[in-house]
């Protein structure tokens, strides 16, 4: 069994790309995806630094969301106006990290993929504001999660752990960009690959894999 480590963030375009091409890799491989947080901006000061302000930061990402756009199997579910016109600011992943880690704390990392793929379609498609604990936890309750049971796991100590964790995973890694991967904790891909690409990726080292368990 080949374990492909994910990083990613909720507001990240090139991980909306990626997420739907690794599913088709493990419906067809021995493959285990294991998710990682790797928030690239934690609040709105953090995005001021990196961006020069909050206006421009969202200016500068719907540009990136354009460069995905042309590379998505799916362009239109890409809604670039929905979200210019969204009436509040750029919203960083830092939540909806948490929420993640606490769904895959209570269902595991298939409840983690499942609850990160609706963000990131409420982000990217639908325009919502997953800054918003009201919008997360609609999603939440929409995946049979409640918020009473959320809330015992939410906030402890545990799950900022577990995103700090994955972060330091990534620093150790040398990983500075997203979205990432991590095979086999030994090769690190930084870079969205396609849908071609990681599969010849993935056959080639499962191939390996097999001929090295067999000698």
């Given at each position: 069994m080949t374990t492909i480590e994910?990083?990613?963030?909720?507001v990240c375009g090139w991980c909306y790309l990626l997420s739907p091409r690794l599913r088709k890799i493990a419906a067809k491989y021995p493959v285990k995806v294991v998710h990682r947080a790797f928030v690239l901006q934690s609040n709105q000061l953090e995005m001021i630094a990196r961006f020069g302000s909050?206006?421009?930061a969202k200016r500068e990402i719907l540009q990136h969301w354009e460069q995905c756009q042309r590379?998505?199997?799916h362009p239109e579910l890409i809604n670039i106006e929905r979200m210019r016109a969204a009436p509040f600011n750029y919203p960083t992943g830092y939540l909806a990290a948490l929420y993640a880690k606490a769904i895959e704390k209570l269902g595991g990392q298939q409840a983690h993929w499942d609850f990160f793929d609706?963000?990131?379609?409420a982000h990217l498609y639908e325009a919502r504001n997953i800054a918003d604990v009201k919008v997360l936890n609609d999603i939440a309750k929409a995946h049979g999660?409640?918020?009473?049971e959320l809330l015992a796991t939410l906030y402890s100590p545990e799950?900022?752990?577990?995103?700090?964790?994955?972060?330091?995973?990534?620093e150790n890694f040398g990983i500075r960009t997203i979205p990432s991967l991590v095979i086999d904790g030994t090769k690190v891909v930084s870079q969205t690959l396609s849908l071609d690409q990681l599969?010849?990726?993935i056959?080639?080292?499962?191939?390996?894999?097999?001929?090295e368990e067999e000698s």
């Open positions: 994910f990083f990613h963030d909720a909050l206006a421009q590379y998505a199997e609706v963000v990131q379609r999660f409640t918020y009473p799950v900022k752990k577990a995103v700090m964790h994955d972060k330091l995973r990534a599969e010849q990726l056959a080639t080292h499962v191939e390996r894999q097999h001929v």
